[in-house]
Structure formats: C-alpha cells, structure tokens
C-alpha cells in the first residue's frame, strides 16, 4: 500500500516542504487530487516534479534590445545622480541647521513655547497677587491718588518681570 498524507501539514512534512507550499498547489488549477486527504504522497510527489518542469521549462519572454537597454541604464543613471546630488543637498542642510543649533543661533520652537510658556506664568502669578498687595494702600485714597499708585504698582511689576533673566544660555 502506498504512503498516505491525511492532513496538509503532514504531506509538507513528507515531501520536505513548507505548509505554504502544500497549500499553493492544492489553490493551483493543475491540482488533481482535490482539496482534502488523504493524498498518495508518491503521487503528489511525481505531480510537483512534473509542475516544476513545467514551469521551469517555460519559454522566457524576448528582453529589452540592447540598444534600448543601453538608453534606459544611461538615464536610470542619469536620474540616479540627480537624485543623489538632491540627497546630498538635503545632508548638508540639515548639518547646517544642527549646526546653527549648536551654536545658539537658532532655537527649537519647543524651547521658545516652554520659555514663553514660563513668562506667563509668572505674569499671572504677579498680576493675580497684585490685589492683595495693592488694596491696603488704596483704602480711603482719593480716585487720583488710586490711580496714581495703581499705575506705579503696575510698572513696578512688569520692570522686575522684564529685569528677570528668561533667557538662558546654553
């Protein structure tokens, strides 16, 4: 009695091929033994030897003449070197960049919104305790007088923010 594969698992493990395989050539239309086993393994062995000649006796398709080979490389490379001038355009700016970064003269836009950021929390935080430290000396000042030193506080607060060091080197 021949060999017999019941599973699909089992014919790729006999005939020493991939799962993928026994099951590209149970899809294939030239398959003669049905989608389930049990397969006769001698048999599925001389159709796999008989498919691959098959396929690999095929007439190979005519390739591109020479002369047009010829001119598609010369303009493959052509376009290649465009390509890598283009490339290396792109390195060498952004070198500069990183280098400009490096050195300080320029700053990531992160960096500028943590900074600003920053301010203006110190700002609220000085105009939020502005009243507090205000009202006593307004209590029973005449309407001028109120003004007057409501607009001294207030510079007074926005000198020592501007007077702050924001700006750190790096």
């Known amino acids: 009695m021949s060999e017999q594969a019941s599973s699909q698992s089992e014919l790729a493990r006999r005939l020493q091929v991939s799962n993928v395989a026994v099951h590209k050539w149970i899809k294939h239309p030239t398959w003669p033994f049905g989608e389930r086993g049990p397969w006769d393994v001698e048999q599925v062995r001389q159709w796999r030897k008989a498919f691959l000649n098959a396929v690999i006796d095929k007439p190979i398709p005519p390739t591109t003449p020479p002369a047009l080979a010829s001119e598609l490389d010369s303009k493959l490379a052509s376009a290649m070197q465009v390509e890598r001038v283009k490339l290396a355009q ?81």
């Open 90 to 170: 792109v390195r060498r700016k952004k070198a500069e960049l990183e280098l400009s970064i490096l050195n300080g003269e320029r700053i990531l836009v992160e960096e500028v919104q943590l900074r600003w950021g920053r301010i203006a929390e110190e700002l609220k935080a000085a105009l939020m305790a502005l009243p507090k430290s205000v009202a006593p000396l307004l209590v029973n000042q005449p309407l001028e007088q109120i003004q007057s030193i409501l607009e001294e506080q207030i510079v007074r607060l926005l000198t020592e923010l501007a007077s702050k060091p924001h700006y750190e080197q790096r």
